[in-house]
C-alpha cells in the first residue's frame, strides 16, 4: 500500500512540475502572435484562437528541447484557417506547428511553410504536422514555389494532408544546399498526399528530394507510410536527387507517374504498393536511373503504363553524364517484388536514342546499358494471356536474372534460365490484393539477400521464404490501403455529393440569373428557342447547359464583347445539343488573359459552333485537363481550336486531353486545331490528341503555312477514319513517326497530304 502510494505521489509531482514548466499562451491576430514567439521559451505552447487569418506571415523562431519543444498550435484542430497571401517559415530548435488548415490563399513568397527563416535561423529537429494545405496554389501557374521546403537537419513533415496544387514546382522539396543540409535524416511520415492536377509538362512533382546540382550528396531522408493518391502532376510523383533515401511502405493510388530515382545512388525502395487501372495506360511504377539502389518487397497492381511510365523502367544512361541528365545503371537489385496483372511489366534500357544523332548533340545520346543489375526471386502474375514480360530497347546483357517466375509463356525478346513460367494461383484477399495460394521456396541467395528481412506485410523471410513480396499466410482482412494510418485526425477529403438541381429557363435574363445562382454540378435547361445573349457567360463552376427538347437545339445568340463563354479556373462547362451562334466579332470560348491558376474544362456534345473570330482562344498559363467535340459541327469561323500560347520550349503545353470525333468543320479560314508543345522533354506525358470519324471541308484557306491541323510536340496521337474534302492546304496535318504516329483510313480529296517526320527535331530544354 505504502509503495503504491509513493509511486502515485511521484507521478503526480512529475506532472505538476511539467505543468508548472509548460506556459500556454493565446494570441488572435498577427502581433499578439509575434510577441508571443519572440518571447517564446521551452515548453511554451502558443495557441492560435480558432477563425480566420488573413494575409499573415508568421516567422516562427525558438529554441526548445527535446522534452519540451515550443508549439504552435490551433485552438481547436481544423478551426484555425490560414488564408490569403500567407506563409510560415520556421527557425530554430525542436519546434512543433500543427492543426492548421491552410486555404483560399498562396504564398507571397517561394515557399508556403519552410524550415528556414534566413542563413542564421535554420529549423533542426522541427515538425509540421496534422496540418492541411488544400488549393493554396499560386494565381498564375507560371510561378513556382514549393508547399513545403525543408532545409536543416532531422525535421518532420507527419500526418497531413496536402492536395491540389496547380502551379509550377514540387509540393515538398528538400533541399541540400550547404553542410547543415546534407546528412538531413528528414522525416516525411504518415501523409495523405491528396490528388495534384495534372500541370501540362514538367516540373509538377509531389515530393522531390534535392536538385541535379548536389545530386551526389547524401541526403538520407526517410519516405515512409504515406499514401500518394491521384498525383497526376508529371511524369515523376517522386523525384529522388541525392544519395541514400528510403522509400518504405508507401501506397501509390492510381497516380500518373512513377517514383523516379533521377539523380543519387544507393535508394532502398522496399515494402511499397503501386495501384492502377484498366482505364490508364500513364500510371507507372518505379524508374531506375543510377547506382546501388535496391527495389525489394513491393507490390505492382494493374500498372498498363509503357517506357518511362512501366512499372518498371530501367533506363540506359549517358557516357560521362553531366550531372543533370542521366548516368548509367550499375549495380542495382530488383529481388522479391511481385507483379500482378501488369501485362508487360519490365522495360529496359528506356530513353535509348541512338538513332536520334541527327537530331540530338552526341551529349545527348544515351548509350551506356545498365551493368552489374540483377533481378531475383520476383513474380509475374496475370490472369489473362500476357506473354511479353520484357520489352528491351537495347541489349540487356548486363542484367541478370534468377528465379524470376511468371505464369505465362515469356515471348520477349529476352529470355534466361533465371525467368520460367511457373503454374501458380492467387487468391483475393481483398480489394486490389492477390496472393499466391502457395509459398515457392526455391528461393536464389544473393549477396546480401540475407538482409532483406521480411516481406511486404512485415512477415520474417528466416522462416518462411518465397518468391516475390509476399509470404503466405497472408490474414484474412488485410488491406493494402488502410485510410486511417494517413493525414489528419480532424480532416476528411470526402465531399459530400449533393444531388445536382436543375434550372429551366426561357429567358436570357432568366439564363443569366441560373449562371449566377448554379452550384458546381447542375443543370440549366433550355425550354425556348432563341436567347440573345448581350455579355459574355463567365464559367467557374461544373454546369451543364442541355436543350429541353432532345429533337430541337435551342439557339444562343451572343453579341457580347470578346468572346461568348469566359473559362475561369475550375471551370468545367458541358453543352448537350445546344447551337451558338456568334456576329463573327468574338470567339466562342476563351480563358482568362492571366491568373488561370487551376484548369478548366470543356465537352461539347451534338451541338453547332457557328460565326464566331476563333472556337476557342487560350492565355499562356492556361490549361485544359479536357477539351472534347463530339457528334457536332463547327462553321464558318476564322480559325479552330487554338492551344499555341505555350512556345517558351519548356515541355509544357494548354491541354491535356484534347479529343475531336464524329464532328464536321466546315468554311474555317485558317487552321482548324493548333495544338502545340515545345522542347525536348519525352518523359512527359506530352499531350493527347484523338481526331477521329470526322469530316472537313473548305477549311485552311488563309492558313499561313498551309497547314490545316497542327499538332507539333503532341506525343500521343490517334488519327483516324477522317473525311478531307476541297481543303485548299499543303500539308493536313505532320506526325511524329518515332511516336508511333500514322494516319489509319483517312480519305483525302483536293485537301494536300498527311506528312510523316520520324524524328522531330526539338529544342533542348538542359
Not at 516567422?59 to 519540451?68: L, M, N, R, S, V
Not at 496475370?382 to 515469356?410: C, H, M, Q, R
Not at 484557306?701 to 503532341?714: A, M, V
Request: glycine share 6%; net charge neutral; with cysteine.
Amino acid at each position: 500500500m505504502n509503495k503504491s502510494f509513493l509511486i502515485i505521489s511521484l507521478f503526480l509531482v512529475l506532472v505538476s512540475c511539467k505543468e508548472k514548466v509548460t506556459n500556454t499562451i493565446l494570441v488572435s491576430n498577427e502581433s499578439e502572435l509575434t510577441a508571443a514567439i519572440q518571447k517564446a521559451k521551452a515548453g511554451d505552447d502558443i495557441v492560435l484562437k480558432d477563425g480566420t487569418y488573413t494575409d499573415i506571415k508568421i516567422e516562427f523562431f525558438g529554441e526548445g528541447i527535446e522534452a519540451q519543444p515550443i508549439t504552435l498550435r490551433a485552438e481547436t484542430p481544423g478551426k484555425v484557417f490560414i488564408e490569403g497571401k500567407s506563409n510560415l517559415q520556421i527557425g530554430g530548435t525542436y519546434l512543433v506547428v500543427k492543426d492548421l488548415h491552410f486555404r483560399n490563399g498562396y504564398s507571397p513568397t517561394r515557399a508556403l511553410i519552410r524550415f528556414k527563416i534566413d542563413d542564421k535561423k535554420i529549423a533542426f529537429h522541427s515538425k509540421v504536422t496534422n496540418c492541411v494545405i488544400e488549393e493554396f496554389t499560386q494565381l498564375d501557374r507560371d510561378v513556382s514555389d514549393h508547399w513545403v521546403e525543408f532545409w536543416g537537419q532531422n525535421n518532420e513533415l507527419s500526418n497531413n494532408y496536402i492536395a491540389g496544387k496547380s502551379n509550377f514546382g514540387p509540393t515538398v522539396m528538400v533541399v541540400l544546399k550547404g553542410n547543415e543540409h546534407i546528412n538531413n535524416h528528414h522525416q516525411i511520415i504518415n501523409n495523405h498526399f491528396g490528388p495534384r492536377p495534372r500541370k501540362g509538362g514538367p516540373h509538377g512533382e509531389t515530393l522531390q528530394i534535392g536538385d541535379s546540382g548536389t545530386s551526389m550528396t547524401p541526403s538520407y531522408t526517410n519516405i515512409e507510410n504515406n499514401l500518394f493518391d491521384r498525383c497526376n502532376g508529371e511524369v515523376e510523383i517522386i523525384s529522388s536527387k541525392s544519395n541514400f533515401n528510403i522509400f518504405k511502405n508507401n501506397v501509390f493510388f492510381e497516380s500518373e507517374g512513377s517514383l523516379v530515382l533521377r539523380h543519387g545512388n544507393y535508394a532502398t525502395i522496399d515494402g511499397n504498393v503501386f495501384i492502377g487501372n484498366d482505364n490508364s495506360k500513364f500510371i507507372g511504377g518505379v524508374r531506375v536511373v543510377n547506382t546501388g539502389h535496391w527495389i525489394t518487397n513491393n507490390y505492382f497492381y494493374k500498372l498498363k503504363g509503357e517506357e518511362f511510365r512501366a512499372a518498371i523502367a530501367v533506363m540506359n544512361g549517358i557516357p560521362k553524364s553531366p550531372l543533370n541528365r542521366y548516368n548509367q545503371v550499375t549495380d542495382v537489385v530488383v529481388a522479391y517484388n511481385s507483379w500482378v496483372d501488369c501485362p508487360t511489366p519490365w522495360y529496359f534500357s528506356v530513353g535509348s536514342n541512338v538513332d536520334k544523332s541527327d537530331v540530338l548533340p552526341a551529349s545527348e545520346i544515351r548509350s551506356a546499358r545498365p551493368e552489374r543489375t540483377i533481378f531475383a526471386n520476383n513474380s509475374i502474375y496475370n490472369a489473362t494471356k500476357a506473354e511479353y514480360p520484357i520489352y528491351n530497347y537495347d541489349k540487356v546483357d548486363g542484367v541478370t536474372f534468377k528465379n524470376n517466375i511468371t505464369n505465362n509463356e515469356n515471348k520477349s525478346d529476352v529470355t534466361s534460365d533465371g525467368i520460367t513460367k511457373q503454374e501458380f494461383t492467387v487468391n483475393k484477399i481483398s480489394e486490389n490484393l492477390f496472393v499466391p495460394t502457395a509459398n515457392i521456396s526455391e528461393v536464389y541467395n544473393g549477396f546480401n539477400f540475407d538482409k532483406i528481412h521480411s516481406d511486404l506485410f512485415g512477415a520474417k523471410r528466416a522462416s518462411a521464404n518465397t518468391i516475390g513480396a509476399i509470404i503466405n499466410p497472408v490474414a484474412a482482412k488485410t488491406v493494402l490501403i488502410d485510410i486511417t494510418k494517413y493525414g489528419t485526425t480532424w480532416f476528411s477529403s470526402d465531399k459530400v455529393k449533393v444531388e445536382a438541381t436543375i434550372f429551366k429557363v426561357a429567358t436570357s435574363s432568366e439564363l443569366s440569373k441560373a449562371i449566377k445562382d448554379a452550384k458546381s454540378g447542375d443543370i440549366i435547361e433550355l425550354s425556348a428557342l432563341e436567347y440573345a445573349v448581350s455579355e459574355a457567360i463567365s464559367i467557374n463552376k461544373e454546369i451543364k447547359i442541355v436543350s429541353s427538347d432532345k429533337n430541337t437545339k435551342a439557339t444562343l445568340n451572343f453579341t457580347s464583347v470578346n468572346t461568348a463563354f469566359l473559362m475561369e479556373p475550375k471551370g468545367n462547362l458541358r453543352l448537350e445539343n445546344v447551337i451558338i451562334k456568334g456576329d463573327n466579332s468574338q470567339n466562342a470560348f476563351t480563358t482568362l488573359d492571366k491568373n488561370m491558376s487551376k484548369a478548366y474544362n470543356l465537352f461539347i456534345n451534338n451541338s453547332e459552333i457557328l460565326d464566331f473570330k476563333a472556337v476557342l482562344e487560350v492565355s499562356k498559363g492556361s490549361f485544359a485537363d479536357t477539351i472534347s467535340v463530339a457528334n457536332s459541327s463547327i462553321k464558318n469561323c476564322l480559325s479552330g481550336i487554338n492551344l499555341n500560347k505555350e512556345t517558351n520550349d519548356g515541355g509544357d503545353y494548354n491541354a491535356e486531353f484534347v479529343l475531336i470525333t464524329k464532328t464536321t468543320f466546315f468554311n474555317i479560314s485558317e487552321t482548324i486545331l493548333d495544338y502545340y508543345r515545345g522542347g525536348y522533354d519525352e518523359s512527359t506525358i506530352g499531350g493527347n490528341l484523338v481526331f477521329d470519324n470526322n469530316l472537313v471541308t473548305n477549311s485552311g484557306k488563309l492558313s499561313s503555312e498551309k497547314i490545316l491541323i497542327k499538332n507539333r510536340g503532341i506525343v500521343n496521337v490517334e488519327f483516324k477514319n477522317n473525311m478531307f474534302n476541297n481543303n485548299p492546304v499543303k500539308v493536313i496535318a505532320t506526325l511524329w513517326g518515332e511516336k508511333g504516329q500514322a494516319p489509319v483510313d483517312n480519305t483525302i480529296t483536293n485537301s494536300g497530304s498527311v506528312e510523316i517526320v520520324q524524328n522531330l527535331k526539338l529544342k533542348l530544354m538542359y
